[in-house]
């Protein structure tokens, strides 16, 4: 019999759940106090990290390592080039990964793990600016460190006070903190998250609407005074379910749906209802500049399958359909 089935699951449900609860409690407690520790330590890491001609360098063992890589990660993809680099590696030739021009960053609870010590001891022959990241001042890290950032002495989640939960919590929220921060400084664009995310269900999201509308003759526009006839066939012919009704200039004043023709029915065997008399005016349209993950949500809040497309920057007739989407262009790049 394995451990896991000799172990007897016999606790009550609600004292499962509050233990749950009490450890979600701890470390958000000692979220609040990292918040309010914030100090120019912080600035003056930004600063120094914009100021870097090169990248930012992260090290760490253990779960802060883990916690690491998730800063190199974060801030990569959110215009801040960061690696992480293992120091135990380091000390058998990835040294070499860190030179001048770039920013070390070296995370630690302790301060005192031992394998950090030739990492730090090279940035300092090298002249690579310390960001040190340590819940002791009096540590080898802080003590070594140009900017100290120092996290709050809580205790762990463990009731032994030994695995590493409410430090790491912390640790990993500072890191998004500092990436948050760095993205904003740098005003790094929706465009920038877009061309470093192009694949995946970020990059689908990040997708404008312009790049995935369909266009030109796919449209089905009807004249406001077109016959009702001419309105069925469009939509047939399209298969959006939707006409556009346009007035002489182009400009959209409304549109027709399966529904408005459904409420319509008496209409549909009189040869001289028109388009016009049909439509549901103003109706919702979307911008050709809009994500597509707004898109979705704006067509799902308003419970339409299929919106017109707008050019926001057109200098003449702004309300000329350029484009239409449906809900199964959404379905069909991975959304919805």
Not at 29 to 35: I, N, V
Not at 125 to 139: F, H, Q, W, Y
Not at 275 to 302: F, G, H, K, Y
Request: one cysteine or more; glycine letters at 8%; proline letters at 5%.
């Amino acid at each position: 019999m394995s451990i896991q089935n000799a172990v007897r699951f016999d606790f009550p449900s609600h004292s499962v759940l509050n233990r749950g609860a009490e450890v979600i409690r701890t470390e958000a407690a000692a979220l609040q106090l990292l918040a309010s520790s914030l100090d120019e330590s912080f600035i003056m890491a930004c600063e120094a990290i914009l100021r870097s001609q090169g990248r930012v360098v992260i090290t760490g063992m253990g779960k802060s390592g883990h916690i690491g890589r998730k800063w190199a990660a974060t801030m990569s993809a959110t215009g801040t080039p960061a690696i992480y680099v293992h120091p135990a590696e380091a000390a058998h030739g990835d040294l070499g990964m860190l030179i001048r021009g770039d920013v070390l960053i070296v995370i630690s609870n302790s301060g005192n793990t031992s394998e950090l010590r030739p990492f730090l001891k090279y940035a300092k022959e090298i002249g690579v600016p310390v960001i040190g990241v340590a819940s002791r001042l009096d540590s080898i890290v802080m003590e070594n460190a140009d900017i100290k950032l120092c996290l709050p002495v809580t205790r762990e989640a463990c009731h032994a006070n030994i695995a590493p939960t409410t430090s790491t919590t912390m640790q990993l929220a500072l890191g998004d903190a500092l990436a948050m921060t760095l993205m904003d400084l740098r005003g790094f664009s929706v465009d920038g998250m877009k061309a470093l995310h192009p694949g995946g269900s970020l990059g689908l999201r990040l997708t404008p609407v312009r790049e995935m509308m369909h266009s030109a003759d796919h449209i089905p526009l009807v004249d406001q005074s077109a016959p009702l006839r001419e309105v069925i066939l469009t939509m047939t012919s399209k298969g959006f379910g939707i006409a556009g009704v346009v007035d002489p200039a182009g400009r959209l004043i409304g549109a027709i749906t399966d529904g408005d023709l459904r409420r319509h029915f008496e209409d549909l065997v009189n040869p001289d209802a028109t388009a016009e008399e049909v439509m549901t005016r103003n109706p919702i349209t979307i911008s050709a500049n809009m994500l597509a993950e707004d898109a979705l949500q704006l067509l799902n809040e308003n419970e339409i399958t299929g919106a017109f497309v707008m050019e926001p920057i057109a200098l003449v007739n702004t309300n000329v359909p350029v484009g239409i989407v449906h809900i199964h262009d959404f379905l069909r790049i991975g959304l919805g």
